[in-house]
Structures are given as structure tokens and as C-alpha cells.
């Protein structure tokens, strides 16, 4: 429900897809919804979710499972605020992909897809929001594990973790409104290369790759890691 799963949302929706959104709160434009409670446990928001898309599927499985859940908080070791900012981190993006996986592994189709977020900020070390790497690096080791053999993924499926820069959202243009948004990654971009690596399996990178989005004079270039 934020930005970019509002985005793939209305894409998939207008190329016919059956679209489920699991989030925090509902996304009116989807066919089915699966609404959280923050307070819940991962285990409890696994188990809700898995028991509400089993009884919305009758049986059929899917053709991808798009993550795109994540959000940022700064934070140095020696900060406030560091211990919350990272817990939250972890929760916005270690405990949505590991949600994700568990999904994938009963629910995704054979030669299916799986997508991740990652950030390009994790590829190196981010001293000044530590939290955040964490959780972002995490995510690329999750996404890795997945493509490897024995991981419990469906046969022939794909797991590509994307690594944006800076992503082209509202949130991101109040917050930083005299930045060059002509480096920042449109969010409809993204989408519609979901949609070809779910269209066209022959299209998507090497299972396990992490894809970094790296945005100049508002072109696109990916870039495999």
C-alpha cells in the first residue's frame, strides 16, 4: 500500500491480473486484501496471511509474488534512537521477505517469480543508518539463499532481489524537494520490468541476482551484482 505496491497494483490490474495486497491497510483497487496489525508477531502474520490467500486461491497457484515493502530510518550506533530505528527496520524488511519466502514456497507456481527489495546503499557499508543496511543486506542474503539449490522454492522459479538508488515517490519529493529527481528511478519503470520478468521468463536476469536500478537524465540502466 505504499508508493510502489500502490504502483504495481494498478499495473498488474490493468494487464488482467487477479491482484492480492497484504499490508498495514487496504488497497481499494485490489481483488483481494489482507490487512495486519503491526503488533502481531511475524509468526502470527505469516500464519493470517498463508491461511487468507489459501482460501482465496481454491487450490490454483501464482504467478509472482512482488515484495516491495520496506521503508527508511537513519541511525548511528551512537543515536537515540538506533535500537528502535533498527528494530523497525528489521521489521519493515527482514520479517516481510522472510513472510514472502514462506509464501512463495506453498503458494508460487512452477517457474514462477519471486522479487525482493533490496537497496544499492547495502552493497557497502552505511554507517550513518545502520539499521537500514542491515535490513536491506539481509534481504539480498535471503534473496540469494532462495535461488540456491534445497532452498524449498518451486521448481524452475526465480528469486532477483532489485537494489534502487532513490526511487521516484511523493514521500521522497516532499522530503527533498530541491533534489535532481532526474537520478531517481520511476516507480512505473519498475513495474513494468516485474511484468516482463513475469511475462517472459526467458527476459529475467540469473536466479539469485541482485539487480541494482542506477537512474541518470531519467534513463535506467540495470546493473547485476
Same mark, same amino acid.
Given at each position: ?27 481499494? !483497487? ?14 502470527? !502474520? ?37 535500537? +528502535? ?20 514456497? +506453498? ?24 539499521? =537500514?543496511?542491515?535490513? +536491506? ?51 512505473? =519503470? ?36
Amino acid at each position: 500500500r505504499g508508493a510502489l505496491g500502490d504502483c504495481l497494483v494498478k499495473y498488474f490490474k490493468g494487464k488482467n491480473f487477479k491482484v492480492t495486497s497484504i499490508d498495514l491497510k487496504e488497497n481499494e !483497487q485490489a481483488d483481494v486484501n489482507i490487512a495486519l496489525g503491526d503488533t502481531e508477531s511475524v509468526e502470527k !502474520q505469516a500464519e493470517l496471511i498463508s491461511e487468507k490467500i489459501q482460501a482465496s486461491l481454491n487450490g490454483e497457484s501464482v504467478e509472482a509474488i512482488l515484495n516491495v515493502a520496506g521503508g527508511w530510518a537513519g541511525g548511528k550506533a551512537n543515536d537515540k534512537d538506533f535500537i +528502535k530505528n533498527s528494530d523497525l527496520m528489521l521489521k519493515q524488511s527482514v520479517h516481510s521477505t522472510l513472510i514472502a519466502a514462506s509464501l512463495a514456497s +506453498k503458494f508460487l507456481k512452477e517457474n514462477g517469480l519471486l522479487t525482493l527489495a533490496g537497496a544499492a546503499a547495502a552493497l557497502n557499508p552505511t554507517p550513518g543508518m545502520i539499521g =537500514y543496511g542491515a535490513a +536491506k543486506a539481509a534481504t539480498i542474503h535471503i534473496g540469494k539463499s532462495l535461488a540456491a539449490a534445497d532452498s524449498g522454492m518451486p521448481k524452475g522459479s526465480s528469486v532477483l532481489t532489485i537494489a534502487p538508488i532513490m526511487l521516484d515517490t511523493p514521500m521522497n519529493r516532499k522530503f527533498m524537494p530541491k533534489a535532481d529527481t532526474s537520478t531517481w528511478t520511476p516507480l512505473e =519503470y519498475i513495474a513494468e520490468l516485474f511484468y516482463k520478468w513475469v511475462n517472459d521468463p526467458s527476459s529475467r536476469p540469473d536466479n539469485g541476482s541482485v539487480v541494482k536500478l542506477t537512474t541518470t537524465n531519467a534513463n535506467t540502466e540495470l546493473s547485476f551484482h
